[in-house]
């Protein structure tokens, strides 16, 4: 397929340029004081604001992104524009922008790669400078900026994004404080002469150029804009015409610039000159002076030999061929995966990352169910099934412990007990892993114990069930599989509540992936602050001895409705575990339960839960129960034994000294902390 490309993207060229017709140069009328131009940026670097990837090159042109994947790049004129008739007036003022771009693929058309960029490039007016806050891909460097509702934007956009209500993959939409654009139209121009449209290629394909006017009349609220390509004098109708009213969006003072982001593919988002005036025309652009784009002569030498004589007719449908062409590897891109032979065995586990695109519907952030642990979480509804899921995408750039962690995570999706949530099935794509749970439509614990999402308190009664629950799900995992499964990340925010209100714990060995990438000299240890066992802070080990540890502060949670780890103002951080004993030690033990529950809880039970809840976080993992007797206990067959004395101060000793060494540290992937213990520190003795 790529080797067909090679003539038929050539042929293209050639077909581009026939259609270019006469060359006419524009000219704008006198400037104000309000205006600037550049017809190159060799030396207009101290009038610019740059960020991300955006730079001026050695031959002044204006590089946004340069051949980089999901990158982006903005530039802004430094002083900013008074864009109402007077300080804090209410409409907004006339303007006019012209500017010539580029956009040029990562791979030129002669070789053997078809023509294809990611995402676009815009010209903006925003409130500020800074809105690195916007990601890349296809919210172009601006999009989700929180600064959008103040933005005002003209996009070149080549990619066709379903969940920005794209209507190609190369239109110019129009943006007045939203994401969405308020009109958009195929990129092309209707030419003076007979007023017919002609298409244009948003991606410069042939190596050249496009001007651009944006215009905006503050009397009529009409905003213009207006493409052509290079030679072609300002067509007087413009491609998109819309009233609209600026006021509303534009601050009184705004900046000027512009903002270009790539996606998966690599892509050059240029500009090679750009003028600006509120309330008069653009000044002209000296077309003499700007820069020429990168292999510029090159492609022009080999335009020259294919100019001669080919029928128009081949060309159109070899033109048409092209974009199928393009069509379908863009469909490919879209869905693209990674598959190893190695996963050949792991077959039926599998999904395919397009019927996770289609069940999220690509992954829209209204199915957003949560971000956290490992990554984000969205709901799914499976298009043949119609069963709902949840979908976790978990970035991961390495395959090192990649096929080890599959291995698990399918074995692990054969583990079924009703206290756990099922894993159906992963899908594997480049830099990411997507992990397919059964749908919990409750969500998860601590909302509930912290009255988050205006969740409704549990009663005594639940809370105990869930305990219970959780205890059950974790012996699973421990005793009742063919091996034992560490779970290495039990909290509150990893059991999750199904519509009937049965607690069911999730992410089982998703630590695991990242123990792997651990430098061995300081020992990382991946768990959750308050959590983490001493001996694992110490040693980097889980066990089943670490899983119960982190229960023991669990059981505590639910109990008492209140965090591991507080951060007080007068006594630091405080660990929950040293509250309840030093109540314990008061013999005031139920004072330490839930006052929300105002007294309506089983006293035993409470006692129990909360003598289990010390006894799991003891500080050396012998003296801890197994989940076998935990579930003993809580099911009341054997009765408790009595925490002595030295059990106590040891206890409190020891959490003391684990909480001063707890460093809590963010990796980049996740909100996951994780403790970095120097061995010998906290020993415990
Ligand atoms: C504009 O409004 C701000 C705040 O309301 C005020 O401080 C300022 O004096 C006003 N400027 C003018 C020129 O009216
Ligand atoms: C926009 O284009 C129309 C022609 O379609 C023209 O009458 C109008 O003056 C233009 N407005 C601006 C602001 O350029």
Redesign the pocket.
Known sequence: MNLLLLPMSSFLVAFVLLCLGLNLLGFCDASNDKSFVFSGFAAAGANLVFDGTAMVTQDGLLELTNNEANIKGHVFYRTPLQFKESPNGTAAQ?F?AAFIFAILPAVSYNSNNPVISTDGMAFIIAPRTNISDAGAAQFMGFLDSVAMNQTFAVEMDTVQNMELRDIDNNHVGIHNGSMFSLDSHPAGFYRDEDGTFNSLSLISSDGKAMQA?V???GQ?K???V?LAPMGVAKP???LL?NFSDLSAVLTDEAYVGFSAATGPMPSQHCVLAWSFAVNGPAPPIDFKKIPKLPNSGHHEALVKDLEIGLPIAAFVLILATCITVILLVRRHLTYAELREDWEVEFGPHRFSYKELFKATEGFKSKHLLGAGGFGKVYKGVLPKSGTEVAVKRVSHDSTQGLKEFISEVVSIGHLRHRNLVQLLGYCRRKGELLLVYDYMPNGSLDKYLYGEDDKPLLEWAQRFQIVKDVASGLFYLHEKWQQVVVHRDVKASNVLLDGGMVAHLGDFGLARLYDHGADLQTTHVVGTMGYIAPELARTGKASPLTDVFAFGTFLLEVTCGRRPVVDTVHHGRKLLVDRVLEYWRRDSLEETVDSRLQGNYNVDEARIVLTLGLMCSHPFPGERPTMRQVMQYLDGDVPLPELTQADKSLLSLTQKQTSFDQSALQYPWSGTSIGTMTPGISAGR
């Open positions: 006339s006019s006017w215009d905006y009349d009529a009409q905003i213009n207006t007087s109708k413009p015409s």
